[in-house]
């Protein structure tokens, strides 16, 4: 693994240029502030009369419209939502682009698939930090940075990578440390990760212990709590200090239990449900049927997203929430 830290920034390229930061929603928000608060001359393009035009002037920028943004920069930072990056790039972004003016992707997504095909003569680099857009501002705020992964899919100047790290550095994470890696590692890796256990795996495994509880008996409001409520404090251990941390901060009554169930289910049936899961996103399936749903309408994930608000913990978790949160008020 390699970590680009600020030793490794012989000057900041960007220090007198301007960057447009296309699109002003939970990356871009982030990144014009920290850019500017760098001392970096940015220019928010968005669509006139859209929320992320008001956001942008609430916050003190004077924003343009994409193209006219996209003109006058030496950078453009593309952080638009991935399902509409790629009509955007080919009518507002591409077009307008001036001569040797570099592109920054927060997410390899787009480019990674094929869905934008930058023009030549462009540097193509990936800074893309690991946080939510509030989490690297806050991070940025209090001064202690946030580690980002960074990747040139084209070095057209000969300078791609210095320009890499100054865009790092501006938005607030070449301090913390810099991951190589490229547009199609990091977009596999996170569309994997998403989908298998932070977004998909364990809201399934969330749902399936609720529901066995359930139908077993037991009060759904107790489900609810035991088998989501308390996952945080699980997944914080394991993100203060690994797996086995946690094992070792949890009761030995915890701990015996757990190796005794994950030897249940860590089936081949799971891996190989794992394996087709990561086909899917390599190929480009995944990526082409996204596409295709948003361009749509997203009618089906509309769908799917109201018959999960129907499920029973959905249901069982607002009374248990509001015991919690009057927990928490009367520590305050």
């Not at 005794?260 to 995944?286: H, V």
């Amino acid at each position: 693994m390699i970590v680009f830290k600020e030793s490794d920034l012989t000057e900041n390229l960007f220090e007198g240029g301007r960057i447009a930061v296309v699109g002003y929603g939970n990356q871009g928000h982030a990144h014009a502030l920290n850019l500017r608060d760098s001392g970096i001359n940015v220019v928010v393009g968005a669509r006139p009369g859209r929320g992320a035009w008001q956001r942008a002037e609430a916050d003190g920028f004077k924003p343009q419209t994409v193209p006219d943004a996209v003109r006058i920069a030496d950078c453009v930072a593309v952080l638009l939502p991935d399902e509409v990056q790629a009509q955007a790039f080919e009518n507002e972004i591409g077009p307008a682009l001036s001569p040797g003016a570099a592109l920054v992707f927060a997410h390899g997504f787009g480019v990674a698939f094929g869905h934008i095909n930058p023009p030549g003569g462009h540097d193509v680099i990936l800074v893309a930090p690991k946080g939510q857009g509030h989490f690297l501002r806050s991070s940025y705020v209090a001064g202690i940075g946030l580690p980002c992964l960074l990747g040139v899919e084209v070095d057209a100047s000969g300078q791609a990578m210095q320009r890499a790290l100054s865009y790092a550095q501006s938005v607030g994470c070449l301090g913390a440390g810099a991951i190589e890696t490229t547009f199609r590692e990091e977009a596999v890796t996170d569309l994997f990760g998403e989908q298998a256990v932070l977004c998909g795996g364990v809201p399934a495994l969330v749902k399936a212990a609720f529901d066995t509880l359930v139908e077993a008996g037991y009060p759904p409001e107790v489900a609810y709590i035991e088998c989501l409520h308390e996952l945080k404090i699980i997944t914080d251990l394991m993100a203060e200090g690994g797996v086995t941390y946690m094992k070792q901060k949890i009761s030995r009554t915890a701990a015996w239990g757990s190796y005794l169930a994950e030897r249940e289910i860590d089936t081949k049936a799971l891996r190989a449900t794992l394996r087709s899961i990561l086909d899917r996103i390599e190929s480009g399936e995944f990526a082409d049927g996204w596409r295709d749903e948003a361009a749509t309408g997203q009618r089906e994930l509309g769908r799917l997203i109201d018959g999960e608000a129907a499920h029973g913990i959905e249901n069982a978790g607002r009374p248990a929430r509001a015991l919690m949160q009057s927990a928490k008020e009367e520590e305050r």
